[in-house]
Structures are given as structure tokens and as C-alpha cells.
């Protein structure tokens, strides 16, 4: 009864998100622009690493750009040329077509003065001609058409792979992605960093781990925890200060019950303990937190009116009585936890040697 109608732990800690260090690919470290520990802001260069293979693939990618640009200005040209010949080719017809129109109406007027074979070598060089200009007519539609869709088309690709090329170049500079500050960075040039097993550090955003409190109650108070619950929490690395909190989330789910799909049947009876209900908690009022390391263990007790409203519903019996015997001894009970947290760094300094 005390644990369910005063939710109290001592499984309490500030939890705070890091960011790994990783490259997006492998390779050798060849500068390093941070030291130890240091802050950083977001897109600060933290680190680069050997690009000699990714800048040979983007100057071969930046040259074929250059390749395709010139192959559309020879095709403009041989545009240029297509259309002389395809003027040569029709006066060339247009004059093997006058012979032949003059040597043919001299024929009509006086036959047998234009030997037919004359005529029909005129009409065979004039059919030659007209091929000679379909032909040059072709060769321009041709160099049109690359110069519309095949170079474009070369040239995309060209332009695809340089920004490929780019940006596989950009993944050997390795920048901050937030605000935070970097700890226990002991990369160094020459080290080699691989994105699966070996991280090059860690960033710790700004703000991390000093906004919410998360606290593991008893699985016996899952029916009393509720968002807006008012808490006290007093944690280690702040001792002699109880800081008001609220309930802002109780986990709907108890992580200790959790399991992925195997080839093995789970045994119940193998569970090491119990799981706890996963809260959060915020601080009541602004600031609530400062000075609170973030990663430091916390006690929290949580207070419930349950009591009263069951007190309102029954009063003809001794139930009443007996709860408020219960709310004094929790009293007690988070009082006796209030020392406890306040003793705490005096036993570790005795312990220590100090």
C-alpha cells in the first residue's frame, strides 16, 4: 500500500542522446581539426580523410563534361557544313535539271536533233543530284539530331556522374551535424575509421539530458503514475536540492518484456527481475534542471491523490484509517529517501579517502 499510493525510486537518471562520429564510407585519416574535447557548432570540419581516389574519380567525371561540351560544338560546325553541301547539291541538281529541261524541249521541237542518249545520261545525272541532296539532307538532319538529343543526353549523364563524383569527394570532409561538443576524440591523422566498426568519437548535442528526467517505478504503481502527477526528484551530482517535477509520459509498454523472433521458445522463469514503468519527468518551473550533470542518478517520489477519493467514497469503515496510516509512513518513506540522497556524497567522500 505504501509503494502504490507513493510512488518512490531511486532508478532515476537524466538519459541524454549522443551522436557518433562516422564517415559515410572508410578510410585513412589525413587531417584532424579538433582536439580532445572541444565545442563545436554545427557544420564545423571535424575531421578529413585521404580523397586522392575520390578527386581522380571527380576530375575524369569533370573532363568528360568537357569531352561532351566540345563533341556539341564540333556537331554545331558539321551543322554548318551539312548546309553548304546540301546548297552544292541542289545547284548541281538545278543545273543538271535546266540541261536536261533545255536538251528535252529541243527534242519536242525538232525531233532527232538531241540523240536520246543524251537525254537519258541528263536524266540519270539529274536522279544522281537529287540523291546527292537527300543524301547531304540526311547527314543534317543527323548531326540536328545529336546536337538535340544524343550530346544532351551524354551530357547529363557527364554531369551526373561529376556531381556523383562531388559528392562521393564531399564524404571525406566529416562536419558536426548539431551544436554540442565533442568528447574523448582521440582520432589522429593516419588512423583508419570504418563506418561498421570503429566510430571516430562522439558528439554530445547542447541540451542533452537537460530537459527530462526518466525514472523506473515499480510495475505495483503502473495503475496510480499519470501524466500530470506532481514529483520531487533529488539527484546525486546536485545534493541538498529537491527539485519540483512533473509527469509528462508513462511508457505504455515494460522494456523487460521485450523479445526479437528466434529459433528459441522464450522461458518466462529465466527473467532476471521484474521491468519497471518507464516516466518522464520535467521540471515544474524554468531552470529546474541547471546544474544537474547530465548521466547522474536521481531519487525520485511522486505524489498521488488517490487516497482522497477513496477516503470521500467510503468513511463508515476503517479503510479510511488505515490509509492515512499508509500516506504518513510513505511520508517517512521519502523522507528516509530524502537523507539517503543528502548522505550520499558524504559516503562517498569517506569512502574514497577524503
Known amino acids: 500500500m505504501i509503494f502504490y499510493f507513493h510512488p518512490t525510486?531511486?532508478?532515476?537518471?537524466?538519459?541524454?542522446?549522443?551522436?557518433?562520429?562516422?564517415p559515410e564510407g572508410s578510410g585513412r585519416v589525413a587531417e584532424v581539426d579538433i582536439g580532445?574535447?572541444?565545442?563545436?557548432?554545427?557544420?564545423d570540419v571535424l575531421f578529413k580523410l585521404d580523397s586522392s581516389k575520390q578527386q581522380a574519380a571527380f576530375e575524369t567525371a569533370r573532363?568528360?563534361?568537357?569531352?561532351?561540351?566540345?563533341?556539341?560544338?564540333a556537331a554545331e560546325a558539321d551543322v554548318?557544313?551539312?548546309?553548304?553541301?546540301?546548297?552544292?547539291?541542289?545547284a548541281n541538281y538545278q543545273q543538271a535539271k535546266d540541261e536536261l529541261d533545255t536538251k528535252s524541249e529541243l527534242q519536242r521541237r525538232n525531233p532527232g536533233?538531241?540523240?536520246?542518249?543524251?537525254?537519258?545520261?541528263?536524266q540519270v545525272l539529274v536522279d544522281q543530284r537529287q540523291a546527292g541532296i537527300d543524301g547531304a539532307t540526311a547527314a543534317r538532319q543527323s548531326v540536328a539530331l545529336q546536337i538535340s538529343t544524343?550530346?544532351?543526353a551524354q551530357k547529363a549523364s557527364a554531369e551526373a556522374a561529376q556531381a556523383q563524383a562531388q559528392v562521393d569527394l564531399d564524404k571525406t570532409i566529416v562536419y558536426a551535424g548539431v551544436d554540442g561538443r565533442v568528447e574523448q576524440f582521440l582520432l589522429r591523422t593516419g588512423d583508419v575509421v570504418n563506418q561498421l566498426m570503429r566510430?571516430?568519437?562522439?558528439?554530445i548535442p547542447d541540451g542533452a539530458g537537460r530537459r527530462a528526467l526518466q525514472a523506473g517505478f515499480g510495475q505495483i504503481e503502473s495503475q496510480v503514475l499519470k501524466e500530470g502527477m506532481v514529483a520531487e526528484a533529488t539527484c546525486i551530482s546536485k545534493p541538498w536540492v529537491v527539485i519540483p517535477m512533473v509527469v509528462t509520459a508513462v511508457q505504455d509498454y515494460i522494456a523487460a518484456g521485450q523479445f526479437r523472433a528466434g529459433e528459441q521458445l522464450l522461458e518466462a522463469q529465466n527473467a532476471a527481475r521484474p521491468g519497471t514503468i518507464l516516466v518522464f519527468l520535467e521540471p515544474l518551473y524554468k531552470g529546474g534542471l541547471e546544474g544537474v550533470?547530465?548521466?547522474s542518478s536521481c531519487i525520485v517520489n511522486a505524489y498521488t491523490s488517490n487516497h482522497e477519493e477513496i477516503n470521500a467514497k467510503d468513511t463508515s469503515t476503517g479503510r479510511a484509517i488505515a490509509l492515512h496510516v499508509v500516506d504518513g509512513v510513505g511520508l517517512v518513506h521519502a523522507l528516509l529517501l530524502r537523507i539517503q540522497a543528502l548522505l550520499l556524497p558524504i559516503k562517498t567522500l569517506v569512502l574514497s579517502g577524503h
Open 9 to 22: 525510486t531511486d532508478s532515476a537518471t537524466l538519459y541524454f542522446r549522443t551522436v557518433p562520429i562516422l
Open 36 to 43: 580532445f574535447s572541444q565545442a563545436v557548432k554545427k557544420g
Open 63 to 73: 573532363r568528360k563534361v568537357v569531352e561532351v561540351d566540345a563533341a556539341m560544338t
Open 80 to 90: 554548318v557544313k551539312a548546309d553548304a553541301q546540301i546548297q552544292e547539291a541542289k
Open 113 to 122: 536533233i538531241v540523240p536520246q542518249r543524251d537525254i537519258e545520261k541528263l
Open 150 to 152: 544524343l550530346l544532351p
Open 199 to 203: 566510430p571516430a568519437g562522439v558528439l
Open 293 to 295: 550533470t547530465p548521466g
